[in-house]
Each structure stands twice: as C-alpha cells, then as structure tokens.
T-cell receptor, first 114, second 116 residues
Framework: AQSVSQHNHHVILSEAASLELGCNYS??????LFWYVQYPGQHLQLLLK??????LVKGIKGFEAEFIKSKFSFNLRKPSVQWSDTAEYFC????????????FGTGTQLKVEL | GAVVSQHPSWVICKSGTSVKIECRSL??????MFWYRQFPKQSLMLMAT?????????EQGVEKDKFLINHASLTLSTLTVTSAHPEDSSFYIC????????????FGQGTRLTVV
C-alpha cells in the first residue's frame, strides 16, 4: 500500500532559523506531490505542488520543496522561518492513475519561537 | 483559491442519534468531493470519494451503512453519521477539486464531532 512518511512530528525553531521537513513516499510509479499547511483554527491550504518539470518547486510564503526521485523524497524547506509559520504541515501524494486519491503523511507540528 | 465550506464546525450529539455534515463548494463546481477523518495526532484518513450523481466509493474498512454520503449536486456533498457512538467522535474534513485543476484539492474547515 502507498504510504507517506513524515519523520518529524514536532519541530521547535527560533525565528530566522532554517527549516527542513522530511517527506518520503513508498510508491514507485509516477506521483504528484503536495505540501499543505494548517494554521491554528484554519483550513488546510496548499503551500506548493509538484507535477513534473523542475524538481525544485517554489511555493507561497518563501517555502520551497525538492523532489528527489531516487530517494522518493519531497522535503520542504524555508531559509528563515517566522513566528507566523507556526502551524501543522502535511505532505501528500497522489499516485497518477490511482483514482486521484490524496494520501497524507502524519503531519509535522512546527512551533516557531520569538 | 477556491472556497470549500463545511457545516457545522462542531457538533455534540447523543449516542444512537444521527448527524449530518455538509460540504459546499462556494465558487466552483466539484464533480468529486472527498471525506476524511482525522484522529488526534494522526494523519487524515480518506473515508470515501463522493461523485456527483452516483454512489460514493468507500475505502476499505469504512462502513458505508454507517457513513452515508450523498452528492446530490455539483456544489454539495453530505456525510451522515448514523447511529453515532462515542468511537465515532473525531474530526471530519471534506475536500473538493475544481474542474480546472483536477489535482489541487481545497479543504473545508472541518467538523469536530463529539458523541456522548
């Protein structure tokens, strides 16, 4: 079965620190990859997505992610976090031809301290 | 981005009663909506895929007679938890995809169900 792993469940950083959240998936075929963010009390929102092309994708709010096919990874990065980045981050995968079902990772709770 | 509205945001019901949760796409038509369940500190688990005008497709292990899904129009899908029990208490989230970009999902704000 397809699975998505997020290794860091809780991350605490100081403002201006760099961020990298890991995401690995288990499916070997063609995939579409997503990072979603959920700010406290708000909907899940799309941060960025990868379908094809340049494996380094840039999203909103200074986030970027790199798709490394050989490692089945799609790690999320931000060079300098802000207090307002405190949220829960979910990696998600769609296996193309798999019924358009999004499979989510377990999420990473990020807390940015002033 | 597109807006998905879910109602109610939270509900408390007695054991044995049924609860209906609505999911509306406000500014787009959604031929497909998805229902998820999220347990504390766990991922979103897909329960079923709701297709307008046809029967929902349930994931393995999800009781279709307990979680009734109706997708009667291109902007509305409902999830009814029938004969609710305390173990059904959870956070339920719907999502929908626009026809313009089939692979980007927009999410409702979720419904916190507590069965007492």
């Amino acid at each position: 079965a397809q699975s998505v792993s997020q290794h860091n469940h809780h991350v605490i950083l100081s403002e201006a620190a760099s961020l990298e959240l890991g995401c690995n998936y288990s499916y070997g075929g063609t995939v579409n990859l997503f990072w979603y963010v959920q700010y406290p009390g708000q909907h899940l929102q799309l941060l960025l997505k990868y379908f094809s092309g340049d494996p380094l994708v840039k999203g909103i709010k200074g986030f970027e992610a790199e798709f490394i096919k050989s490692k089945f990874s799609f790690n999320l990065r931000k060079p300098s976090v802000q207090w307002s980045d405190t949220a829960e981050y979910f990696c998600a995968v769609i296996r193309t031809g798999g019924g358009n079902k999004l499979t989510f990772g377990t999420g990473t709770q990020l807390k940015v301290e002033l | 981005g597109a807006v998905v509205s879910q109602h109610p945001s939270w509900v408390i019901c007695k054991s044995g009663t049924s609860v209906k949760i609505e999911c509306r796409s406000l500014d787009f038509q959604a031929t497909t909506m998805f229902w998820y369940r999220q347990f504390p500190k766990q991922s979103l688990m897909l329960m079923a895929t709701s297709n307008e005008g046809s029967k929902a497709t349930y994931e393995q292990g999800v009781e279709k007679d307990k979680f009734l899904i109706n997708h009667a129009s291109l902007t509305l899908s409902t999830l009814t938890v029938t004969s609710a029990h305390p173990e059904d208490s959870s956070f339920y989230i719907c999502s929908a995809r626009t026809n313009r970009d089939r692979d980007e999902a927009f999410f409702g704000q979720g419904t916190r169900l507590t069965v007492v």
